[in-house]
């Protein structure tokens, strides 16, 4: 079965909006997808994309091929006296794959045409402005819950109809925590958070009872963690019940002085602090965070056994194993067989550390992720990997960001580092959040390995380990043990043209360009010669310092050399161009000669001093119809499974197809 994706969600907004809700949108976004600042956060990873433009133009269709997609259109005046906007908008109305939920930013939404008045509109117009984004985030969430997570969903069920069940457990003799549970049922009932919460909150003195089980068996549970909560046995009793029914929890932590024992079945759940005032009372901003995180964690485990279902349909793993969603904890014991033969536990990506999974092992019981679970292969290989961002204009015409990239970038080095790969990567990463989640990972795994060898190696070209030595001096002597430096000379038939290679040279002039060149050519070679395979992804067809785009010119380099190759065109850049070039038989007019002449200013007087100085370092884009051929892959995948490799936007099955293909050769 070929897998295929079960949600995607799409916001949609008029450039002459940004403004206005860009702040808004950035804040959903982010909320839905990984934390890219905190790679090794097990939140929320929904596909999110974007469909606006830089200009007045229309932004491009959409073409998703997931089995449910949901789109948010942001409505405005500017949508709704723009004839080409109304089109727009109404063929997305008509393709019925698509379900569109409009957000009315003003009055005039509702003249667009009669299917918003008879849609469930969420009318943003009408949010408190301290708390916009919340509010904003809160309905989004709720409208995907309901459309694609509530199996109780009916069509004309609206308002507290699918509304999620919050049931909220505290200790009756905790302050802080009756407080709390009382703000947060107050809060709901009197607003418009009754549309989407409905809350079980039982009076003191009650028995534990059919009526109590039941509510938790429908429930995403709040555990108000107060001083007394994890010594009462009622509340033990709750979370054990939560847990043995599957249910998602978070815990709203309120201690004011200490606990003396936390109940070991209330971990591995989702948490978040909150503060009391001298009266005890929480304020409006940690109810809506409580809230947030509420809906969040219920939308994150809901979708989880949705998507591992649709991994194990794919063959992705044993059909016979145990699908949770969240990593495996001791309630879990009660799933599983005698233990003579092996249980296997399936959990959502990211993996947890194997330390945590010990227990597990020694009673016969195996957990894993996804991507472990048929290709937890051990290499000394090396792997480099060739990620970076495209033109900003590519990348909103295909409704990404660059945390996209950066999260494909984390998973694939947390995938290959895990397997003892050692990871090569090119350029200068001493400052961004890729090169120390690199470095975190790489440090995990000397330690379970009591390893001294190094997993990362960075190649630098000449004159950029000249930029700032002293700060590269620092790096070095910091990371020297988890990570490589490699400094590549410059190549010996430019010698005589540089006055001293401590310099560093800004690459302004055509000799100081073609210096560069020379150099990150070099610094390609020297690199992909210590590479045993190269992934792909990304990158700019315009504004590079070599002779082509740098991407471009790595893969070329790549297949001469004969070394396996994988390509990932779904994030867009020259990739997605040598893809489509493979798989169309014929040169993606972005990587020909011609097209970047015409759009890269200078680049013509630039081949013409090439052509002076050095006529066999002339690019040859002419050799490109004979190199990108799927046989020149060498990658150990079909070319049904190249295919699917170069559309994928799916991160995870993008790194299932490239581990498959490592495996095999």
């Not at 409208?143 to 199996?151: C, D, G, P, Q, W």
Request: hydrophobic share 35%; charged share 25%; net charge negative.
């Amino acid at each position: 079965m070929e897998f295929k994706q079960p949600l995607s969600i799409y916001f949609i907004w008029h450039n002459s909006d940004k403004e206005n809700i860009f702040d808004a949108i950035e804040y959903c976004f982010n909320s839905l997808k990984r934390d890219i600042d905190r790679p090794f956060s097990r939140t929320l990873n929904l596909p999110v994309f974007f469909r606006t433009s830089i200009n007045k133009n229309v932004p491009s269709s959409i073409e998703s091929d997931s089995k449910k997609t949901i789109i948010f259109a942001f409505i405005s005046k500017y949508i709704v006296s723009d004839l080409d906007w109304k089109e727009y908008i109404k063929s997305l109305q008509t393709n019925k794959k698509n379900q569109i939920i409009p957000i009315a930013l003003d009055n005039s939404a509702f003249n667009l045409n009669d299917n918003i008045k008879n849609t469930n509109c969420i009318r943003s117009y009408s949010f408190d402005d301290k708390y916009f984004k919340e509010n904003l985030l809160i309905s989004i969430s709720h409208e995907i819950y309901r459309l694609a997570l509530n199996e109780n969903y009916q069509e004309i069920a609206l308002g507290t109809d699918t509304a999620i069940e919050l049931f909220l457990s505290h200790a009756k003799d905790g302050k802080q925590g009756l407080n709390i549970a009382k703000a947060l049922k107050d809060f709901i009932d009197k607003s418009s958070m009754r549309n989407f919460f409905d809350t079980t909150d039982i009076a003191p003195g009650y028995l534990f009872n059919k009526e109590i089980e039941n509510h938790i068996k429908i429930s995403t549970m709040i555990s108000i963690n107060s001083d007394p909560y994890s010594s009462r046995y009622w509340c033990q009793k709750e979370i054990q019940y939560a847990k043995e029914n599957n249910r998602p929890i978070i815990a709203v932590d309120c201690l004011e002085e200490y606990e003396d024992r936390r109940f070991p079945i209330a971990a591995n759940i989702p948490g978040v602090h909150v503060h009391t005032d001298d009266k005890g009372k929480v304020n409006d901003k940690d109810i809506y965070r409580i809230l947030t995180l509420s809906l969040i964690e219920t939308i994150r485990y809901f979708y989880s056994k949705i998507l591992l279902n649709e991994y194990k349909n794919c063959g992705w793993f044993d059909p016979e194993s145990i699908i949770l969603s969240r990593p495996p904890d001791i309630t879990d014991l009660q799933k599983v067989n005698d233990g003579e033969n092996e249980t296997k536990l399936v959990y959502p990506e990211p993996p947890v550390y194997s330390d945590e999974l010990i227990f597990f092992r020694r009673i016969n019981i195996k957990a894993v992720t996804p991507l472990q679970s048929n290709l937890s292969i051990s290499s000394d290989r090396s792997i480099g990997i060739s990620i970076s961002d495209p033109s900003i204009y590519e990348m909103v015409e295909m409704g990404q960001t660059q945390s996209h990239l950066k999260l494909l970038s984390q998973d694939i080095a947390r995938h290959l580092l895990a397997r003892e790969y050692t990871v090569i990567y090119g350029g200068d990463l001493r400052s961004n959040g890729f090169t120390e989640y690199l470095l975190l990972e790489a440090q995990a795994v000397q330690a379970r390995l009591v390893s001294t060898k190094i997993f990362l190696k960075n190649f630098l070209a000449w004159p950029i380990y000249n930029k700032d030595r002293e700060s590269l001096t620092d790096w070095i002597s910091k990371y020297n043990l988890i990570s490589e430096m490699i400094k590549v000379e410059p190549p010996e038939d430019i010698a005589g043209m540089i006055s001293s290679k401590d310099d560093f040279l800004i690459p302004t002039t055509p000799v100081n360009l073609y210096l560069w060149s020379k150099s990150l050519t070099k610094m390609r070679n020297v690199m992909i010669d210590q590479c045993d395979a190269r992934i792909c992804a990304g990158g700019r067809h315009t504004d590079y310092k070599g002779k082509m785009p740098g991407v471009l010119e790595e893969i070329l380099i790549t297949i001469e050399k004969k070394k396996p190759l994988y390509l990932l065109g779904g994030f867009g850049g020259v990739a997605k161009s040598v893809c489509d070039s493979i798989e169309n038989k014929s040169i993606n007019e972005k990587i020909t000669g011609k097209w970047q002449s015409e759009n890269n200013a200078g680049y013509q007087s630039f081949l013409d001093y090439i052509d002076l100085e050095d006529k066999n370092y002339m690019p040859n884009y002419d050799s490109l119809v004979e190199l990108l051929k799927f046989e020149n892959l060498r990658n150990g995948l079909s070319k049904e499974e190249n295919i699917k490799l170069f559309r994928t936007i799916n991160n995870d099955e993008a790194i299932y197809l490239v581990l498959k293909g490592l495996k095999n050769i």
